[in-house]
């Protein structure tokens, strides 16, 4: 009898399929994100997006920037880790607005960024039990229509 697959097999293969890997890293990433920085640096930090190799990281202030700069080494190794993979070459720090913590109310968007078009939870995902992998999909589903537009 052939063993179910994770559902983040399959989508992360769907979304390669698209030209989209990086769309999974950061979904990775995100999850390990405390693992990586540690838990002070993660209240202070966020992986914002991945192109080309480089890791863009929102940073609350430029003195955090600053000291995160001089670990760029160490911080480039753990996100490797974390995802498995070498495909973060280097890391540009960026002060911004970071995401709200789950129950704030803050953009998780920042504000130069086009929003992102209104879809309807896609069909199936309703079937979906964990909260975070539903939110994730649907996050999803709303990138890959932004791309489309």
């Known amino acids: 009898m052939k063993r179910p697959s994770k559902i983040s097999d399959f989508l992360e293969d769907l979304l390669a399929g698209h030209g989209l890997s990086s769309v999974t890293w950061m979904v990775r990433l995100r999850a390990a994100w405390p693992k990586v920085v540690g838990p002070l640096l993660s209240r202070q930090t966020s992986p914002a997006r991945m192109k080309n190799g480089v890791l ?5 202030n430029h003195a955090w920037a ?17 995802l498995g993979t070498d495909s973060v070459k280097d890391i540009r ?38 909260p975070e992998t539903r939110r994730i999909l649907h996050s999803i589903a709303r990138r890959i229509a932004s791309l489309k537009r």
């Open 56 to 60: 863009t990281v929102l940073v609350r």
């Open 66 to 82: 600053q000291e995160l700069q001089l670990k760029k080494p160490v911080l480039i190794a753990q996100a490797n880790a974390s």
């Open 93 to 130: 720090f960026t002060v911004g607005p970071l995401p709200a913590e789950e129950g704030e109310a803050a953009e998780t968007e920042p504000a130069s960024r086009e929003p992102l078009p209104f879809v309807p939870e896609p069909e199936g995902i309703a079937g979906v039990s964990d």
